[in-house]
Every structure is written in structure tokens, then in C-alpha cells.
């Protein structure tokens, strides 16, 4: 073995994020997904896996097939196939049921920190007016905008000054505010172009406060008439 090999990279030794870990359940280190050995407390030396093919808990009405890509999701400590939820950490590995609560799934093993990554996400006027998550908080994740884009669906947006994709640097901010005017049915109102107002002196595209959410909200009065906004936001994890 060459002299300056530290150790075999499928178990690392990590240090405990806020909150701690637990024995089996996923966690990120920054963009690392990794699956603790043991329980650990906030700031304890632990080991943690970065590769392998492991069960974990699956939501309970999900249909999983055989190399279908797998997400974490953060808010449920549990993984989906809906690519809305968090962000990719493997594939599946076996077929699960509507009924079945776990299920397999091979660990990506690369961060997923530095590579450009694209969500989009069809949300409700009702979710919108009452904020909604766009990509979750997690632990240890810096998230940093690139662009985005918004398209209102069944009618246009109306009543409601900005439809506003909102993350924080110290406080909420508006990393886009997408005006009601430009918002008419199935038009595409990008970051930056007309109707797509960005932060100043590029402001919208340095990384938000680590841990924290990118969300959608309004300003002004609730939405109305239209009955969904597609939003597609393309970013990188720092």
C-alpha cells in the first residue's frame, strides 16, 4: 500500500453535527451523506458508512422499483422516490410495496457538495400563500442559488404583488420576487428577466446562512385563480 494511504474510505471516523446522530439513521455532513454506526452526541468522534446497501424506512404508500433514484427526506428522516423532498443519496436496490415501511437502498458515496443540482417543484397557491419548502434546511448544507424560473399553472396569478423565493443570510431575504403581472398563464418568468427581480449587486446568487431552508411565499394579498406555480430552481451545496 502507497505510504500516504490513511485508511479504506467505506467507514470514516466524523464529528457529530448539532443535534447529534443516530445508530443507523442517516445524517449529512456537509454534502456527505453518511449512516452512523453508533449514537453519538453533538461534537463526538463517531464512525459513519459512506457506501453499502442498507434498509431504511420508507413512506408508507410509496411503490419502489428496482434502480429507481433515492432522496432523503430530511423533515421525515426517511427516504422517498419523490425528488421534491431533499436531495439524491443512492437508488433503490429491491421492489417495496404500498405497504412495506422500509425498504433497500445503495448509498451514492460522492458529496453531493460543488455540482450544479435542479429541483422542480409543482406547490399549491394554498402552499404559496402559506409558505412553502423549495429545498429543505439540513444540517451542515449551505445552499447557493444559480437561477430559477416560474411558471403559473391554470390560470394566472393574480391579486398578490410578488410570488417571492425567499432565503437567509442572517434574515429572510428575497433571493427572487417573480411579479403578478408577468405570472399569466403557462408564461415562464426566469430570475433576472423582466418580471424576475433580483437581489442588488448579485446578491441573490451568494450562499444563504448554513442549515437553513430556500421557501416561496408572497407579498401582498393572497393569490387567486391560478391553482399551482411550477417553480424550477438550479443550485450548487458550499
Known sequence: MASNSVQPGCVVEFTAPTGGVTNGVPVYIGGLLVIPLVTALVGVRFNGALEGVWTLTKPNGEVWTEGAPAFWDVANARVSID??????????????????????????????????????????????????????????????????????????????????????????????AFGQAALTQSALVRAGAAGGVLLADGASFTANDIGTAVTVGITGSAITVATHVDFTVHYVIE
Do not use: H
Not at 451514492?108 to 450544479?116: A, I, L, R, T, W
Not at 429543505?136 to 411558471?151: E, M
Open 83 to 176: 425528488s421534491t423532498v431533499g436531495l439524491q443519496i443512492g437508488a433503490i436496490t429491491a421492489a417495496a410495496l404500498t405497504g412495506d415501511l422500509t425498504g433497500t437502498v445503495r448509498l451514492n458515496e460522492v458529496s453531493v457538495s460543488g455540482g450544479m443540482l435542479t429541483l422542480r417543484k409543482r406547490v399549491t397557491i394554498a402552499a404559496i400563500n402559506a409558505g412553502a419548502t423549495l429545498l429543505p434546511a439540513v444540517i451542515g448544507v449551505k445552499y447557493r442559488l444559480v437561477d430559477a424560473f416560474a411558471i403559473a399553472v391554470g390560470g394566472a396569478v393574480t391579486t398578490v404583488t410578488t410570488v417571492d423565493v425567499i432565503g437567509t443570510v442572517s434574515t429572510a431575504r428575497k433571493l427572487v
